[in-house]
């Protein structure tokens, strides 16, 4: 019986092997081409977590090469790093390196909406922000460094004005 046991998993180890090399050799990756978090190695062992100050959480921003890039929504700290051709120095969504400007999200204003600040939003734009926030979360290679702790929206304060160049979500 013991015979029949190691000839199975004989089997099942060469069959094994074969699936990641055929992998590798048709697609280049060991996974056919799946990324998600579960390729992600951070996801078994995870960052010890941070929290920020808004102060803190602004020297990573990108404008240092010797640091990592770090964006914020709803308060969760990402590492982007991996992303440097997006959030880097000079690239398209800079803006929301070393902040959390989970607002401009779904605005797409930059001048006035890198805020935390979320009143005024629909239903639909807050549901749009929980699918960034999923897709930072799950993301092959982005992950999950901490929080930032966040100042008090103050209710007293005007809602944050839309600007007129605002580029909207892309559907």
């Not at 004989?10 to 990641?20: A, H, K, V, W």
């Not at 640091?67 to 990402?78: A, M, N, R, T």
């Not at 959390?100 to 797409?108: F, H, I, L, M």
Request: with cysteine.
């Amino acid at each position: 019986m013991s015979n029949v046991f190691l000839s199975i998993l004989q089997s099942f180890i060469i069959c094994l092997i074969t699936f990641f090399l055929s992998s590798y050799y048709f697609t280049e990756t060991w996974t056919w081409g799946y990324q998600n978090k579960w390729t992600n190695w951070r996801t078994y062992i995870p960052a010890h977590q941070i929290t920020f100050t808004v102060e803190e959480l602004a020297k990573y921003d990108g404008s240092d090469p010797n640091l990592p890039i770090y964006i914020s929504l709803f308060g969760e700290v990402f590492d982007v790093s991996s992303g440097v051709a997006y959030y880097g120095k000079g690239s398209g969504y800079n803006a929301f390196a070393g902040r959390d400007a989970t607002r401009a999200y779904v605005t797409g204003c930059f001048k006035t909406h890198l805020t935390h600040d979320l009143r005024g939003l629909t239903k639909e734009e807050l549901k749009s922000l929980e699918g960034w926030l999923e897709f930072y979360k799950n993301h092959h290679s982005y992950y999950k460094v901490g929080n930032v702790a966040l100042p008090p929206i103050d209710p007293n304060t005007p809602i944050p004005e839309p600007c007129n160049d605002n580029v909207g979500q892309k559907s």
